[in-house]
């Protein structure tokens, strides 16, 4: 499969571009400064592009793939810029006529209790700190559910998502935080990234909206 990757040097993209490396795809690695991508298989190719700069650009580039990944995450207080990111990969995967695999965020997902609080709603859930990104993820799920024309899917990671171990046993869910045994919620970046692959390879139908977590207790996650 040849893959654009949107965000290949983050925390996630960096994740996904190891698991379809792994597996034998073909990528086509995108981010500002992708240089040393190069470094890590001869089937990455490092594109340098600015999608906020240049989005007609990522269009282009999107042409001859298989499949869109958008794996894009803006920094610490360029939080509103999501679902411009977000709504260029969308438009790079329609022209190309290809689906988009896109990793959301938890915002809008609700809380296992039972309560109908969803991450971003529940008091006391979210730290201060963490808010403005749970608000662009929430605008970011709006976006995609305006999207009529182009074929997407949204994976959103749990409640904690951060440095650890690939256990390779997960359990996907949809509109609620999958949690442990233990009532956790949580993954590593490395499993999230194989999670991601999976989808790529083997798309759940009709289910757009997904989200993954471990599903058993698993090694404690770095902080981060």
């Keep these: 499969m040849k893959i654009i990757l949107f965000g290949a040097t983050g925390d996630v993209g960096s994740a996904a571009l190891k698991a379809a490396v792994s597996r034998g795809h073909h990528v086509t690695a995108v981010a500002r400064q992708p240089q040393a ?28 793939h298989d499949l869109v990944i958008s794996a894009l995450r803006p920094s610490a207080g360029r939080e509103a810029d ?20 896109v990793t959301g965020g938890a915002a809008t997902l609700k809380l296992a209790d039972g309560s109908g609080h969803t991450v971003l709603t ?4 979210l730290p201060d700190g963490v808010r403005p990104i749970a608000e662009a993820c929430a605008a970011q799920d709006a976006l995609l559910d305006a999207e009529t024309e182009a074929q997407w899917t949204c994976l959103r990671p749990p409640a904690m998502l951060a ?19 233990e009532g956790n919620s949580q993954i590593s970046f490395a499993d999230f990234g194989a999670a991601l692959l999976d989808l790529a390879e083997a798309p759940r139908g009709s289910s757009r909206k997904l989200t993954v977590a471990w599903g058993a207790p698993a090694p404690a996650l770095a902080a981060g």
């Design 37 to 64: 991508l190069a470094a890590i298989s001869p089937n990455v190719t490092p594109f340098a592009l600015d999608l906020l700069k240049d989005p007609d650009a990522a269009a282009a580039a999107a042409k001859g």
């Design 82 to 101: 999501l679902v411009p990111l977000t709504r260029t990969a969308l438009a790079a995967a329609r022209q190309a006529g290809i689906p988009a695999l």
């Design 122 to 125: 529940a008091p006391g859930f």
């Design 163 to 181: 440095e650890g171990p690939q256990t390779g046993s997960y359990r996907f869910g949809t509109d609620t935080l999958v949690t442990d045994a």
